[in-house]
């Protein structure tokens, strides 16, 4: 486990070590750190962009796990490459904008395994800002 403060020198520090960097990624960041907004679930929120940034700069493929419920506490894991559909390529952050349409996907198939307590949407888009 890596604290998210400590993930930049962490990265650098094993850049030539082979490994699979897992980034849990639905949380709501502080209003401050908000530098990317689309709709989501029918609502405007923001979203981190810090694992699309580190991605890039380390020429990481970036995945979505696609989890599915088989039994209780036994679960199936796909990873599915997130390659940005055409649309997404017309954001600012078109990786994080495809893990969204991957994860409203997800949320629909699985409603009852999201988490929906966590106050996904307690910020508001800033007047002016782009949608």
Request: hydrophobic fraction near 40%; aromatic fraction near 14%.
């Given at each position: 486990?890596?604290?998210?403060?400590?993930?930049?020198?962490h990265?650098?520090?094993?850049k030539?070590?082979?490994?699979?960097?897992?980034?849990?990624?639905d949380?709501?960041?502080p209003?401050?750190?908000?530098q990317?907004?689309?709709?989501?679930?029918?609502?405007?929120?923001?979203?981190?962009?810090?694992?699309e940034?580190?991605?890039?700069s380390?020429?990481?493929?970036v995945?979505?796990i696609?989890?599915?419920?088989v039994g209780?506490?036994?679960?199936?894991?796909?990873?599915?490459?997130?390659?940005?559909?055409?649309?997404?390529?017309?954001?600012?952050?078109?990786?994080?904008?495809?893990?969204?349409r991957?994860?409203?996907?997800?949320?629909?198939?699985?409603p009852?395994?999201?988490?929906?307590?966590h106050r996904?949407?307690?910020?508001?888009?800033?007047?002016?800002?782009?949608?």
């Amino acid at each position: 486990m890596v604290r998210m403060k400590d993930t930049l020198r962490h990265l650098i520090n094993h850049k030539k070590q082979p490994r699979l960097f897992c980034m849990l990624s639905d949380q709501t960041p502080p209003k401050s750190e908000i530098q990317y907004w689309t709709t989501f679930m029918n609502q405007d929120a923001g979203f981190f962009v810090g694992g699309e940034k580190l991605a890039a700069s380390f020429k990481m493929r970036v995945f979505f796990i696609h989890a599915q419920r088989v039994g209780r506490g036994y679960y199936n894991f796909k990873f599915l490459p997130i390659i940005p559909a055409e649309q997404a390529l017309k954001t600012a952050f078109p990786v994080t904008e495809q893990f969204t349409r991957m994860l409203e996907d997800w949320i629909c198939e699985n409603p009852a395994d999201y988490l929906w307590s966590h106050r996904r949407w307690k910020h508001k888009r800033p007047e002016g800002e782009a949608s």
